[in-house]
């Protein structure tokens, strides 16, 4: 099984990207590929820059990884409620291309915060439009209190209730 993992986010140390790796490598014998959507970085969507460019290459690349992917996993980081600038950018030209973005795919939709809300605003926001762009979401899980429940230098989390959880999600990528 390949599996895509990334963080929609652009920070370089995300801890969202953190929690997708984790995820990703939960699944035993999986070919796991964990993506930095700065990688992916293009100018502001508008319709003028796509008249004036077409489709970016990277818009390209990020559509294929999906493709090639067997299952898909991602850390929605929240900014003031909603997606971050970034990721939104990268869909928005994703989109483009073609609106079913997720191609059907089975997808695990993870994300985590600081604070005790865990990012949950975003993370209802990416689910709930998910079927709209073919996303096949098998499960959804918030995790609060990142540095309460991760241990960033282990890699994993050491809440064993929300580790129980992130187990039954992933495995439902495999059925």
Same mark, same amino acid.
């Given at each position: 099984?390949?599996?895509?993992?990334?963080?929609?986010?652009?920070?370089?140390?995300?801890?969202?990207?953190?929690?997708?790796?984790?995820?990703?490598?939960?699944?035993?014998?999986?070919?796991?590929?964990?993506?930095?959507?700065?990688?992916?970085?293009?100018?502001?969507? $508008?319709?003028?820059?796509? &008249?004036?460019?077409?489709? %970016?290459?990277? !818009?390209? @690349?990020?559509? /294929?990884?999906?493709?090639?992917?067997?299952?898909?996993?991602?850390?929605?980081?929240?900014?003031?409620?909603?997606?971050?600038?970034?990721?939104?950018?990268?869909?928005?030209?994703?989109?483009?291309?073609?609106?079913?973005?997720?191609?059907?795919?089975?997808?695990?939709?993870?994300?985590?915060?600081?604070?005790?809300?865990?990012?949950? $605003?975003?993370?209802?926001? &990416?689910?709930?439009?998910? %079927?709209?762009? !073919?996303? @096949?979401?098998? /499960?959804?899980?918030?995790?609060?209190?990142?540095?309460?429940?991760?241990?960033?230098?282990?890699?994993?989390?050491?809440?064993?209730?929300?580790?129980?959880?992130?187990?039954?999600?992933?495995?439902?990528?495999?059925?």
């Amino acid at each position: 099984m390949k599996v895509l993992a990334f963080a929609a986010s652009n920070s370089e140390k995300s801890i969202n990207k953190q929690l997708a790796t984790y995820a990703a490598n939960l699944i035993e014998g999986a070919d796991v590929e964990v993506l930095d959507i700065n990688d992916y970085e293009m100018p502001i969507f $508008s319709d003028k820059r796509e &008249a004036q460019l077409g489709q %970016p290459q990277q !818009a390209k @690349d990020f559509f /294929s990884k999906i493709g090639e992917a067997d299952a898909i996993i991602i850390s929605f980081a929240e900014h003031n409620g909603s997606y971050t600038a970034a990721f939104k950018n990268l869909f928005d030209w994703t989109s483009r291309i073609d609106m079913k973005v997720y191609q059907n795919k089975p997808v695990l939709m993870l994300a985590t915060s600081p604070g005790p809300g865990g990012a949950s $605003s975003v993370l209802a926001a &990416a689910s709930g439009s998910a %079927p709209y762009f !073919a996303a @096949d979401v098998k /499960s959804t899980l918030s995790i609060p209190s990142f540095f309460d429940n991760f241990d960033v230098e282990a890699g994993k989390l050491t809440n064993s209730e929300l580790n129980d959880q992130l187990q039954k999600a992933v495995a439902k990528l495999s059925l």
